[in-house]
């Protein structure tokens, strides 16, 4: 594997540190660009310049040679907003990016000019994913591996490695949840949440939610990884294990927590707030603290900030923001978003901190326009919420990532 001499640099960076000596709160540096997918029949990337100042500038969408799907209410009727019902529906791997095709299986992968955040090209073709509706997808630099959660009929995780010549091989399925679900899944229950690696990237997890009826609570799936040898294309992957933390029910959106040792994730539960788990060596989870939102509709996505050393949630149906610890997932701060600029936004998805801000992705209502809201962690006050609808982005708006 052919890796740049500043990855190298940045993952020795990212070496685990022990509880004992815990990253302090800083500065980081303001990112360069956000990312996210528009899920529509032509599933493009939108990319949007980061400002100095924080705020985004212009931004340009970039065809991924696949088609966005959305998923169904226990109606059985469409539901554009949350269509993926999950986080993290496009990734960043080094100077990549990964994004779903819900509706034709497929995962595609493009490259970002070093001259330009905003212009995106195609590396190789879509990768077949050998499962039905692809809702999430993580990538480790690290391993040269990218993985995505299906959700559908044939419901799992699948692994393939990534070269920057010749794009995605072979994708391969290293685990199947028996979920029952139809494609499009009828949701937001009963589907794969999110897919995501460690903060060493030597582990996968995937969220996946319970319907919070008997012997049906959700569960975090464990799978240890490693890197392919030299030449090896198959992803090299361990034995699966899955537990369904204590007091969690319906888990969503999550992020390891840099710089954990033992790991540990700070993970949503739609049907309270949000947990710290504590990952143990056989890979099972088990709830540290737990933090429930009073008057939440649905706490899905959460985000941690290096600027606060806290993380911060967001709720498909409450246009607010919430703070918690990354200790005990105890409230912060709630940021209360329904008034000023953002307030259309009938409420936030998936988001992402750079620098001292957060970018939340409100996907609107379809009556609503899409925008992302960006807020300042610091003061706590929205500093822009930028418009997409004129760029043609509409509710099925999925996923968010940040170019630092
Ligand atoms: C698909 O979207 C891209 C931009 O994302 C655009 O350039 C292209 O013209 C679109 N194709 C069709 C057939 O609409
Ligand atoms: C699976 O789903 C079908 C409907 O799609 C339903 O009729 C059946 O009872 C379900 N089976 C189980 C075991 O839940
Ligand atoms: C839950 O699972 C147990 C053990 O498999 C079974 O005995 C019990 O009937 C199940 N309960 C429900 C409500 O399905
Ligand atoms: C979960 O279980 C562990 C171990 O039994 C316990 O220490 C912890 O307090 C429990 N957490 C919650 C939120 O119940
Ligand atoms: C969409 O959201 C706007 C602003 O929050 C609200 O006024 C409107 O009633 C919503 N429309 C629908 C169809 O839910």
Not at 30 to 42: H, R
Not at 115 to 126: A, C, E, F, I, K
Request: proline content about 6%.
């Amino acid at each position: 594997m052919h890796f740049p001499t500043h990855t190298i640099l940045a993952l020795t960076a990212l070496a685990p540190l022990t509880e004992a000596h815990p990253r302090p709160p800083q500065d980081a540096k303001t990112g360069k660009a956000v990312y996210a997918i528009t899920n529509s029949d032509n599933n493009s990337v939108l990319a949007m310049t980061i400002q100095a100042d924080g705020k985004l500038g212009a931004g340009k969408l970039t065809a991924t040679m696949g088609k966005g799907a959305v998923s169904m209410n226990a109606m059985g009727m469409s539901a554009p907003t949350d269509a993926l019902v999950s986080q993290s529906a496009l990734t960043l791997a080094g100077k990549h990016i990964f994004a779903v095709n819900a509706g034709s299986n497929t995962v595609s992968m493009l490259a970002i000019s070093p001259d330009d955040p905003t212009q995106l090209r195609m590396v190789g073709n879509p990768a077949a994913v050998p499962g039905t509706f692809p809702n999430t997808v993580a990538a480790s630099v690290k391993n040269s591996m990218v993985c995505v959660g299906t959700s559908g009929s044939r419901a799992g995780v699948s692994c393939g490695t990534f070269d920057q010549r010749n794009g995605i091989g072979e994708m391969r399925q290293i685990s199947s949840f028996k979920l029952n679900q139809s494609d499009p899944p009828v949701g937001p229950t009963n589907t794969v949440s999110h897919t995501f690696f460690s903060a060493d990237e030597m582990m996968l997890f995937t969220t996946v939610k319970g319907t919070g009826m008997a012997n049906n609570t959700g569960f975090l799936s464990t799978v240890p990884v490693s890197m392919a040898a030299n030449g090896d294309c198959e992803p090299m992957v361990g034995k699966e294990v899955r537990s369904s933390p204590n007091s969690t029910a319906v888990l969503f959106g999550s992020q390891a927590i840099p710089g954990a040792n033992p790991p540990k994730i700070f993970a949503t539960d739609a049907s309270f707030g949000a947990a710290v788990l504590s990952v143990d060596s056989t890979g099972k989870a088990m709830t540290v603290g737990k933090g429930e939102i009073k008057g939440q509709m649905a706490t899905c996505w959460a985000a941690i900030s290096p600027a606060t050393g806290t993380a911060f949630v967001s709720d498909v149906g409450v246009n607010h923001l919430v703070e918690m610890s990354l200790k005990d997932a105890s409230i912060v701060d709630t940021i209360d978003l329904s008034k000023g600029a953002s307030a259309m936004n009938p409420g936030m998805i998936d988001l992402r901190a750079a620098g001292n801000f957060l970018y939340a992705l409100s996907p609107g209502n379809g009556t609503s326009q899409a925008a992302i809201s960006v807020l300042d962690v610091k003061s706590k006050k929205l500093v822009q919420n930028a418009d997409l609808g004129s760029l043609g982005v509409r509710n099925t708006a999925m996923g968010m990532a940040v170019l630092m």
